[in-house]
T-cell receptor, first 111, second 114 residues
């Protein structure tokens, strides 16, 4: 099956700086890559996603890039704010209904 | 929240007792999932369902069983709870809308096995 690795496990940045979280996947059949944000005590919630026919996608301060050849994808958060502090999960899906998750990155934005 | 709820939200039980967690959805989605979330492990799939009475195992299915007798309900049973099953359990549904496909999660159930 698919194996998704996520790095780093923890990340601290100063408010206003950028944050980058990276994931790799193993199955070349994976074609959909969502990112989830989970605040403390809450459910994971989708924040952005990308399909394999697209190399980059942006939504305000967050962006995701995908390198199919290298089998890695990344989440970029610019101009970080304290409310960006949370755990972020990447995931990969190939058959449309099974998702494989990374182990999460705990992001702390220091005011 | 895609009409997905879980019950109970919190439960404390003793080792060896059976426990059933319920996931309920209101939008008639075909696919439903149970995950457990533990520090350092992210979200791990326990079981999933692709229709009424159609279920399959995930990567951490040992000690768990599921049932889906109605589209809207997906039950997770810990047959004989152990301390290693102390975790946060999330139910999820798969939504495909043409432009977006993803899993939406329920609010979670915190289970403590003493």
């Amino acid at each position: 099956g698919e194996n998704v690795e996520q790095h780093p496990s923890t990340l601290s940045v100063q408010e206003g700086d950028s944050a980058v979280i990276k994931c790799t996947y193993s199955d070349s059949a994976s074609n959909y890559f969502p990112w989830y944000k989970q605040e403390l005590g809450k459910r994971p919630q989708l924040i952005i996603d990308i399909r394999s026919n697209v190399g980059e996608k942006k939504d305000q301060r967050i962006a995701v890039t995908l390198n199919k050849t290298a089998k890695h994808f990344s989440l970029h958060i610019t101009e970080t704010q304290p409310e960006d502090s949370a755990v972020y999960f990447c995931a990969a899906s190939g058959n449309g209904n099974q998702f494989y998750f990374g182990t999460g990155t705990s992001l702390t934005v220091i005011p | 929240d895609a009409g997905i709820t879980q019950s109970p939200r919190h439960k404390v039980t003793e080792t060896g007792t059976p426990v059933t967690l319920r996931c309920h959805q209101t939008e008639n989605h075909r696919y439903m999932y149970w995950y457990r979330q533990d520090p350092g492990h992210g979200l791990r799939l326990i079981h999933y369902s692709y229709g009424v009475k159609d279920t399959d195992k995930g990567e951490v299915s040992d000690g768990y069983s599921v049932s889906r007798s109605k589209t809207e309900d997906f039950l997770l049973t810990l047959e004989s709870a152990t301390s290693s099953q102390t975790s946060v359990y999330f139910c999820a549904i798969y939504i495909f809308s043409g432009r977006r496909e993803t899993q939406y999660f329920g609010p979670g159930t915190r289970l403590l096995v003493l």
